[in-house]
Nanobody
Framework: QVQLAESGGGLVQAGGSLRLSCAASGRTLSSYAVGWFRQVPGKEREFVTAVMWGGANTYVADAVKGRSAISRDNAKNTVYLQMNSLKPEDTAVYYC???????????????????WGQGTQVTVSS
């Protein structure tokens, strides 16, 4: 099975940018759909964006549409989340996750993803 490790979180001012990385080991990440989710204390984990096998299809939550981009680097076995124009409400722990489900069977919910990283904190100050 695949192991995931996020990095790139930190403290940034509103309007700034961050690039989060999700590095995989154990298996090739291109064999999975990969999603980013985020969670704040007391709330459910919410979908941010996802990329399907091959990178042809992506899905983006309305909350980050136009401000985010997900991409794959298969040579590095890594998926990236570029976040721009960050807002204080983007503050959360960000998790990457991988799913073996076919795209037509994949729901953009945590329950559809089988493997998770440990998360990386993103804090946006106003």
């Amino acid at each position: 099975q695949v192991q995931l490790a996020e990095s790139g979180g930190g403290l940034v001012q509103a309007g700034g940018s961050l690039r989060l990385s999700c590095a995989a080991s154990g298996r090739t990440l291109s064999s999975y759909a990969v999603g980013w989710f985020r969670q704040v204390p007391g709330k459910e984990r919410e979908f941010v964006t996802a990329v399907m096998w091959g990178g042809a299809n992506t899905y983006v939550a309305d909350a980050v549409k136009g401000r985010s981009a997900i991409s794959r680097d298969n040579a590095k076995n890594t998926v990236y989340l570029q976040m721009n124009s960050l807002k204080p409400e983007d503050t959360a722990v960000y998790y990457c996750a991988a799913s073996e489900r076919l795209e037509r069977l994949l729901r953009l919910l945590p329950s559809s993803f089988d493997f998770w990283g440990q998360g990386t904190q993103v804090t946006v100050s106003s």
